[in-house]
């Protein structure tokens, strides 16, 4: 798995959970199942979602990859398992990891469509989204059927007035489309938000180095 591939992942990680102020099913705990692709392969991924945190999960190849982010967005952790290789890492985020992460994202303003369409069973409607760092403009689908909580760091679609469900994700100059496929309400799995007891914990430089630093 290449750095890239990593830093498409923490983009999504950073976007995976949104809300809408006006929804009518509201969601506190549960899960997110969508599609998307990283580096030419189609990736299926699961965002566990709580009031308080998030944990995006996805295997690429061997590897089965973890990003847990919280609500405040003060804290991140990439947990790394490599079964056949016997690895298992846990990248903790600094706060100037954290920084430079977000300074990263892009600067999204947002103009309502009246264009509507169904997407995976959701209502949805068309927002065009307008990058003010370099003026490129994404149509992004939100619906307003649920709400889910604000559990990550990310911050570009928190005001796009729904919970996005068809959008392009950005990370370090990586972007990639996005479409959910589900939101099913259930509890969320005990330590799923927790670095388990027999990861090594490692910077964000160390797990840069492991991936060939780019």
Do not use: H
């Not at 705990?29 to 996805?58: C, H, I, L, P, W």
């Not at 689908?141 to 005001?159: C, F, L, V």
Request: proline residues 4%.
């Amino acid at each position: 798995m290449s750095i890239k591939f990593l830093n498409v992942a923490l983009g999504l990680a950073l976007t995976a959970t949104a809300m809408s102020a006006s929804a009518q099913k509201k969601y506190s705990e549960g899960v997110v199942n969508f599609t998307t692709s990283m580096m030419g392969q189609e990736v299926q991924a699961k965002n566990y979602f709580r009031t308080d945190s998030s944990a995006f999960a996805f295997s690429n190849g061997p590897a089965n990859i973890k990003i847990i982010t919280d609500a405040g967005g003060k804290s991140m952790v990439i947990l790394v398992d490599v079964p056949v290789a016997n690895i298992k890492k846990a990248a903790v985020a600094s706060p100037d990891d954290i920084d430079q992460a977000l300074a990263a994202l892009p600067q999204l303003t947002f103009a309502p469509g009246t264009e509507t369409k169904v997407i995976s069973g959701f209502n949805c409607k068309k927002v065009v989204a307008t990058d003010t760092k370099t003026k490129k403009t994404y149509d992004i689908w939100i619906t307003n059927d649920i709400e889910i909580p604000i559990a990550g760091i990310a911050k570009y679609y928190q005001s796009i007035g729904g919970f996005p469900v068809q959008y392009t994700s950005f990370a370090q100059g990586q972007s990639t489309e996005v479409t959910v496929k589900s939101v099913t309400e259930q509890k969320v799995p005990a330590g799923t938000f927790s670095i388990p007891s027999d990861f090594e914990k490692i910077t964000m430089d160390d797990l840069k180095a492991m991936r060939g630093g780019r």
